[in-house]
C-alpha cells in the first residue's frame, strides 16, 4: 500500500516540476504522478524554448504578470538550476503602417505590464542587433531570451526529487476519488492517496478538473509544426526575430535560434481534435517553408535536421471561443485541491511564479512548516564538448569514460552517458538520455551514437534487449536478439 | 521460350537473355564470362544459393562471429540451413575460415566463419 | 599534451585507410599512425557479412570482414601502428590532430593528413517523412549494425524505402532472420542499388519493388504502427489520391550516404556541393595543402576494390608529397554536362596518368562518354548500359593531355 501523501501533483511536465520543487520548500510528504516515461514529454518538450517577456498579454491577467516575473528572475533560476539559458533579447520586424500601429499597440502593453527596456528601433539600429534580420524598424525586447527547455524542466523536477520528492512515473491518473476526507487516485497500475492534489496535467488538465468534480472547461488544440536546422544555420542568427504581429495577435511563422545553436522554424497553428497526434503534416511543412524562407534566408533543404510537434491546450470559452487567461484556483467544490488548467505559452516562463500562487493557495489553508534542509542548487551533467583542453585532460585522468567519444555529431562522452543513464529520476529512455545529454541531437540523428546507447542502457541496467523504450510508453525499441 | 536473367555469381550481374526449352539452354547472350550460362542452366535444374548470417559467440569480445557457406546450397533450403545455424554457437577465440558447422545437413557445404572474434 | 610529431596520420581504419596505410608503409614511409574510433579496424566492412567484395582485387568474392581482414593483417604483419577506440575531435589546417581517447587526449603534429572518415546515412528528418516519430524507424546501415554487431533484431513486419544496395541487402538479411519484409519503395523510375541484389535480394524471397513510389506518412505513438505509401510524378511529388496503407512496425529508410566531413571542414577543406566531398586533384590532395581524401568520404563507392586502387593512389601522392614538399599544380579543371554528376578529381595537372571516377545521373543504353580538350577529342569510351548504381573509371595517359585546357566530359 502507498502511503499517504500530503501532496500529489498530477504531470510532471514544466508546471508539475516547478510546483514539486516550490512544495519541496516546506516539509511536506509529496509525489509526482506522470503518466509517461520521464518528466517533459509533452507540450514542456515541444515548444520554442522562449523566456518571454510579457508584452503580448492582457495587461492585469494570469499570463501578463507571471511571464514579467518569471522573466524577472531567470537569470537566477538558471544559475541555481544549471539551465542554458542566453537573455539575447528579441527583435519584432515591421514593413509598413500597419506594423508600425501593431507594435506601437503591444509596447503600449508591454510598458503597462512592466516589461523592461522596450523600444522602438530604425533599421540601422536594427541591423547593428542583427545583421540577418529583415525590416524597416523594430520593436526591440532586451528581456526576452532562449532557454534549454527540457534541461529547465528536468532541473526543477531533479531538484525536488533531491529535496525529497516522490517521482511515479508510468502512471496514467484514471480516476479521483474523495473518501474519508483523503484524495484516492486510481492510476492504471496502482491507488495513491493524498490530503491535498494539484492538477498540472496540461493537455489533459480539463480532464483531471472534472475528475477533481470542477466541470466546465473546455481545452482547444493548436497543434504547432516546426523545423529543426543544423548548427551550421545557427551561425546567421543570434537573436529571436519575429514578424509584427497580425490584426488577432499571434505571431506568424518566425525563426528562432536555439540556446545549443541549432535554429527552429515554426511553430504554425493549426486546430486538432487529438491532442496527442504529434504527426508532422506535409500541409504544415509547407507553409513552414514558405513562409520560414521570408524571415530567414538560410532556411535551405541541406540544414534541415528534423521537424517535430506539438500541441498548444488552450483554455477557450466554448460558445465564443475567445482564449481565456491561466487558471489557478482552489475551488469549494473540490476542497484540498488547486487546479491549474489551459497552461500554454508562456508556460516556461511562467512555471515558477504559477507554482508559487499554487503554494499560497495550500497556505490559505494551512500552515506550512519550511524545509530546513531545502537546497534551491542542482547541477546539470557536465559538458565535455564545451571545456577547455586543459579540463578535458582533467576528466579523462579522473574518469576514462570521458575520453571515449559516443556521440560523435555533439561531441558526447561515454560518462555523460553513463551519468545520464544513473539520473536520480529513474528514467530509462534512450530519449530520456537524449534530452540529458545532447546525444542524437546531430545531424546524423544517432546513426552513429544510437547502437551505443542501447547497448550501454542494457549494460548499466542490466535490462533486457525487449525492455529498452525509445521514449513513450510501449516504445520498444527491439524484439529481441537475432541468436540466443 | 526467351527469358531474361540477372546472373548473381559476382557483382557485374550480367544481364542476359536466354533462349529456353525445358531445362535447356538453346542460346544466350550478354553473359560476359562462361559462369553466365552454368547459372541459367542451374537455375532451370536446382537453383543455388550462398547465404550470409550469423553465429552466436561464446565469450568473445563480439557477440556474433559471421558466417558462410563454402559453397551454394540448393535455394529451397535456405531456410532449413538458418535454423541449423541458429541451433549453435561457437567458443571465442574464432578465425576466419574455422569451420563452424561441417557438411551442413549433409548438403556438401561447410559453414565457415568470415570473421576474427578474440576471447575476452 | 605533448605533441607527437608524425609523418602520415590517417583518419579512419576502414578500407581506404587501411589501404593508404599499407601502401606508404611499402614504399618506405614508417611513421605513419592510423586513428580509429571503433573498438576494431575495418570500418563499414565489420557489418557488410554479405558477399561481392574483392571481385577485381583477389578474384574472389568474400565478405566485407574477410576483404577488411586481408589489410588488417598486413597491417599487423608491417607493424603499421594503430590506436583505435580514439576519436578525432580536430583537426587544423596547419595539420594538427587532437584525438580523445581512454588514456587522454592525444595531439599530432602531422606532414601529411589523410581522411577517409567514410559517409553517413541520410536521415528521415533531413528528407522531411511527414509523420510522427514512434520507435522503429531505421536508417539501413543502423539496422545492419544492430543485427550483425550487436546481435539485437529490430522488428518483425518490415517496409523498406530505397532500392539503393543497402536497402536490398537488408531486405535479405532481416528476411533470414524471420522477419516479413512487405515491399521496397524506390522513389526514382529505376532501381538505385545494382541488378544483381534485385535478384538474389528481392526476387529470390518475393519481395515486391515499386519503383515511383514513396512513404508519405509514419504513423503510430510509441511504436511503428504503419506507413502511408503513395506513387509519384516526374518531378517526384506524391500523387494525390494514390495513397496505400501497409501495416508495419518497422521502416527501413535507405536514402542516400553523405560523406561525412565535418573534420575537413575544421581544417578549411573546400567541399563539392555536388558530392558533399572534397574538391581533390589527380594527387587526391584537398584544398587544404598536404590534406588528402580517399574512399566514401570522397564520394561514395560502390565497389571497395576501387576503394583499395583509390587510396593506394593517394598513398603515392602522398609519398611524392613528403619526400619532396609539394605536388604539381592541378590547374585544369573538369567539367562535365548535366548527364554526368561529377568527376573525382575534379582538377589535373596535364602532367600526370589520372584515373576519372564517374556516374551518370540516370540509366543510359548505347551511349559514348567523350572526354575533350580544347575542343579535341581525348578519348572515348562505349558503353551498352550505364546506370548510376554503376561508377565508371576512365583512364587518361598523361601523353593525350594537354598541358592547359579545361577537360569537358560529356555523354552522347
Sequence with gaps: MNKLYDVIIIGAGVVGSAVAREFARFSLKIGVVEKELDVCCETSARNTGVLHAGFTYKTGSLKAQCAVEGNAEFDKVAEELDVPFKRTGKVVVGFNENDRQSLLKYKAVGDANGVPGLAIIDKQTLENLDSSAGGEFAMHAPSSGILNPFIYNIALAENAKQNGVDFYFNNEIMSIQRKNGFYELTTNRTVYQARWVVNCAGLNSAKISSMLGIDGYTLAGFKGEYFVLDKKAGRYLTMPVYPAPGPTGGFATHATPTVDGNVLVGPNSELVEDFEDYGVTPAGMEELMTEGVKMFKHMKREYFIRNFAGTRPKLINKETRQVLDFVVEARAEAPNSINLVGIESPGLTCALPLARRAVALMREKEELIANANFNPRRKSILCFAEQSREVQKELIAKDPNYGEIICRCENVTKAEIVAAIHNCLGVETVLGIKNRTRATMGRCQGGYCETRIAEIIQEELQKKTTEVMYARRGSAMFTGKVRG | ?120 | MAMIKKDVVIIGGGPAGLSAAVELKKQGINDIVIVEREKQLGGILRQCIHDGFGLTRFKQTLSGPEYSQRFIDQVEELKIECITDTTVIDITSEKKVIAASKNGLLEYQAKAIVLTMGCRERTRGAISIPGTRPAGVYTAGVAQAYINLYNTMVGKEVVILGSGDIGMIMARRMTLEGAKVKAVFEILPYPSGLPRNIEQCLNDYDIPLYLSHTVTNIKGRSRLEGVTVSEVDAQLRPISGTEKEYACDTLILSVGLIPENELSLACDVELDQRTKGAIVDENYQTTTDGVFAAGNVLHVHDLVDFVSLEAEALARSVISYIKTGKLDKCDIAITTDANISHTIPQKISGFKDCKLSLRVRKPMKNCEINIMQNGKMLKQVKFKKAIPAEMIQIKLDKAELQAVGELKVVVR
Design chain 2, 1 to 120: 521460350m526467351r527469358k531474361e536473367y540477372t546472373c548473381i555469381i559476382c557483382p557485374n550481374g550480367c544481364g542476359m537473355e536466354a533462349e529456353i526449352e525445358g531445362v535447356r539452354v538453346i542460346d544466350i547472350a550478354g553473359a560476359g564470362c562462361p559462369k553466365g550460362q552454368e547459372y541459367v542452366e542451374q537455375e532451370l535444374t536446382d537453383p543455388q544459393r550462398n547465404i550470409a548470417t550469423s553465429v552466436l559467440v561464446e565469450n568473445g569480445i563480439l557477440p556474433l562471429v559471421s558466417v558462410r557457406l563454402t559453397k551454394p546450397v540448393p535455394k529451397a533450403r535456405i531456410f532449413d540451413v538458418i535454423q541449423a545455424v541458429k541451433q549453435i554457437k561457437v567458443v571465442a577465440p574464432v578465425k576466419i575460415e574455422q569451420v563452424v558447422i561441417e557438411n551442413i545437413l549433409g548438403l556438401g557445404s561447410d559453414v565457415i566463419a568470415t570473421k576474427n572474434v578474440s576471447a575476452k
